[in-house]
């Protein structure tokens, strides 16, 4: 079954930290570029952090960089978030998501279905 | 950073209905727009990329347009299970951006 699975979500307090994860299926994860967007409650999408099929071509937005680390293990069909100096504004719903472009025109077609991480 | 700015972002509509939506971009971006439509507590669906070109599995009611600057979303023959919230995206860069989304709603 084709399916992103997150996983590592819940409440954490003001300067911790939390790590995400994002379990791929019934996909080739090595070829994919993945990428971590975000929606904090009643808001809209905010992307995050991207990561090319191997860990050499990482981005990240402003609000994260810094703080937030992305990486991936191809063995494991495996990606990351390591979120460190959590903000209550990084309350939101966690999503992964696929990369059908490899970078060329970024445009996502496979989602998991959200992690909830609370900064409370 | 590009930023991407949706109108409306709210409208109201009936089944059956003709509905866009329009996206600006604050620069030039091509065709690199993509369009995801999102259900309440749902991630996003992927509907249109690269501006015009629809997402296998999609229904032919959606379309998309537009280059450069000014883009369109457009459902024709609007359906039940089309009143969610739908949001542009830019690609041209790998900083990608969206746009604040439009909520579809019964009228």
């Known amino acids: 079954q084709v399916q992103l699975v997150e996983s590592g979500g819940g409440v954490v307090e003001p300067g911790g930290s939390l790590r995400l994860s994002c379990a791929a299926s019934g996909i080739i994860f090595s070829e994919y570029y993945m990428t971590w967007i975000r929606q904090a409650p009643g808001q809209g999408l905010e992307w995050i952090s991207y990561i090319g099929n191997n860990d050499r071509t990482v981005y990240y937005a402003d609000s994260v960089k810094g703080r937030f680390t992305v990486s991936r293990d191809n063995a494991k069909n495996s990606l990351y978030l390591q979120m460190n100096s959590l903000r209550a504004e990084d309350t939101a719903v966690y999503y992964c998501a696929r990369d059908m472009s490899s970078g060329t025109l970024p445009h996502f077609d496979l989602w998991g279905q959200g992690a909830l991480v609370t900064v409370s | ?107």
């Open chain 2, 1 to 107: 950073d590009i930023q991407m700015t949706q109108s409306p972002s709210s409208l109201s509509a009936s089944v059956g209905d003709r509905v866009t939506i329009t996206c600006r971009a604050n620069q030039s971006i091509g065709r690199s727009v993509n369009w995801y439509q999102q259900q309440p507590g749902k991630a996003p669906k992927l509907l249109i990329y690269a501006a015009s070109t629809l997402e296998s599995g999609v229904p032919s009611r959606f379309s998309g347009s537009g280059s450069g600057t000014d883009f369109t979303l457009t459902v024709t023959g609007l359906q039940p299970e089309d009143f969610a919230t739908y949001y542009c995206q830019q690609g041209y860069t790998t900083l990608v951006t969206f746009g604040q989304g439009t909520r579809v709603e019964v009228k």
